[in-house]
């Protein structure tokens, strides 16, 4: 079975951290590259033990996963942004 995300990657000190959307997993890596591996791997830990627990459906559905034509979509991105706002003292 193919589960999509979209991962996020940025610089943390002297690491990298790779996000996973819409699942919320993370990893981290000394490079982009291997966040983005590490990330995948932990990817498919999380959907693995999911299944092995018998929760994988409800994982995914909480996660706006639809079930479609013998697939699970991940949710339709309309944006991915970055935004700020200013705090007053």
């Known amino acids: 079975m193919q589960v999509d995300y979209t991962a996020q990657i940025w610089k943390e000190g002297q690491q990298y951290v790779a ?3 819409p699942l919320d997993v993370a990893s981290a890596g000394d490079t982009p590259e291997a966040a983005r591996a590490a990330l995948d791997e ?3 830990l999380f959907l693995v033990t999911a299944h092995e627990m018998g929760t994988l459906e409800q994982v995914l559905e909480e996660c706006s996963y639809e079930f479609r034509g013998g697939c699970w979509r991940a949710p339709e991105w309309i944006a991915v ?3 700020s706002t200013l705090l007053s003292a």
Request: glycine share 0%; proline share 0%; hydrophobic share 45%.
């Open 81 to 83: 942004e970055q935004h």
């Open 42 to 44: 932990a990817v498919r």
């Open 19 to 21: 996000h996973a959307l």
